[in-house]
């Protein structure tokens, strides 16, 4: 029960405290400093929001981590990969505030990926068996292993664009991988996990309902999550542990389906029409539920349900006991079809039939939940309110 409260408990609970405490302070410095996100033709904001959201975040981050250090003996995440997660937040940040050059974005999450394999000696070493690989040579592992959480970074950045939904996700993700690893004993990056969970829910909270003090996430806070994310893949993968995962790739894919294949889809259609794959627009999945008439929140529920429920066809393969080829194509399968296929089921009845996209939309409407009741109970909570 001790271990439970040092490792689950403690970690959450501190990280939600401490977000908590320094979220508004933080809310009233980007107002005072003018460091906000300002409305333009592609963003969903339609007044200047504060966006230094992922600083806070990362300060409960660390205050967790330091204060479970003090409870648990065996406690230990490298300091190499605590300065990975500094640079990104710092890129993150500096992008909000000075718009940084793509190319030199690019440069500083891939150094922090080389942090990461060459000082921390994580990445993705071995596919346990799949497709009857087992080791992989250096120079394969170093290639898969930074384009992969290149990937996996930028994936988490792009999909920050509603309220709450890089949050949302955020908490999923962690909670999914805490639970794996608490499983496979490797009880630092559990905690780690945990600690993410709870630094996210004041966050989100705010994000999603409050008003007086909403923030976004930013670059700063999406980049150091997408950075976690990608550690915890690559720990999950190298450990080859199958208590909780069976195939670990497919595992890890799963968790991460919606943001990977969105993107992937995303940056191909941008490239088929000859145009850069960073070039910004409004084709992500977030974006086509938005236009049906989505308030924020839903779209963010609706993604990271579609995300859970790809989570749930890999689960029934491990149940089922199919082999780790068999879970890894389901898990496509899953992903490309609540992805892409969604969005361009969509996109054809919105082109070829209008009168049932317009049916959609009415429904929608009919049906959204307004902020009232519970929803405006939890607002004036969050902002200090009074009945």
Not at 17 to 33: N, Q, R, T
Not at 39 to 61: Q, Y
Request: charged share 10%.
């Amino acid at each position: 029960m001790a271990d439970v409260v040092y490792s689950v408990v403690l970690p959450i609970l501190i990280a939600a405290i401490v977000v908590s405490a320094v979220h508004p302070k933080l809310v009233k410095i980007a107002k005072l400093k003018n460091i906000v996100d300002n409305p333009n033709a592609r963003k969903l904001n339609k007044m200047p929001i504060p966006v230094l959201g992922g600083v806070g975040v990362f300060i409960g981050l660390m205050f967790s981590l330091s204060v479970a250090g003090y409870y648990i003996p065996e406690m230990s995440i490298q300091f190499e990969l605590i300065i990975a997660m500094l640079i990104m937040l710092y890129t993150g940040v500096g992008d909000d505030i000075l718009n940084l050059s793509p190319r030199l974005r690019f440069g500083l999450q891939i150094f922090t990926v080389c942090l990461m394999m060459f000082l921390g000696g994580i990445y993705i070493d071995d596919f346990h068996g799949l497709w009857g690989i087992y080791k992989l040579p250096t120079v394969v592992a170093i290639v898969l292993t930074l384009v992969s959480c290149v990937g996996i970074i930028n994936s988490i950045n792009l999909i920050d664009g509603v309220d709450g939904l890089c949050s949302g996700y955020g908490m999923f993700a962690s909670i999914l991988f805490a639970t794996c690893f608490q499983r496979m004993g490797d009880v630092s990056y559990a905690v780690l996990a945990y600690s993410v969970f709870g630094a996210l829910i004041p966050f989100m909270l705010h994000n999603m309902f409050g008003r007086r003090y909403k923030m976004f996430m930013g670059d700063g806070g999406s980049l150091v999550l997408g950075f976690i994310c990608s550690l915890f893949v690559m720990r999950v993968i190298q450990s080859g542990y199958d208590v909780v995962t069976g195939s670990t790739i497919s595992f890890t894919l799963a968790v991460l389906a919606v943001p990977v294949f969105d993107t992937l889809r995303v940056m191909t259609a941008r490239m088929l029409q000859r145009r850069s794959p960073f070039s910004p627009d409004k084709t992500h999945l977030h974006h086509m539920f938005i236009a049906l008439g989505f308030s924020h929140v839903i779209t963010a529920l609706n993604v990271i349900a579609l995300n859970g429920l790809v989570v749930v066809a890999w689960h029934m393969c491990n149940v089922f006991d199919c082999t780790p080829e068999v879970q890894l194509y389901v898990t496509i399968a899953s992903g490309l079809l609540a992805t892409t296929g969604l969005y361009y089921g969509v996109e054809w009845i919105r082109s070829h039939r209008p009168a049932t996209y317009a049916s959609m939309q009415v429904f929608v409407a009919k049906y959204l939940i307004h902020r009232t009741g519970i929803l405006l109970k939890i607002q004036q909570l969050l902002d200090g309110e009074k009945n």
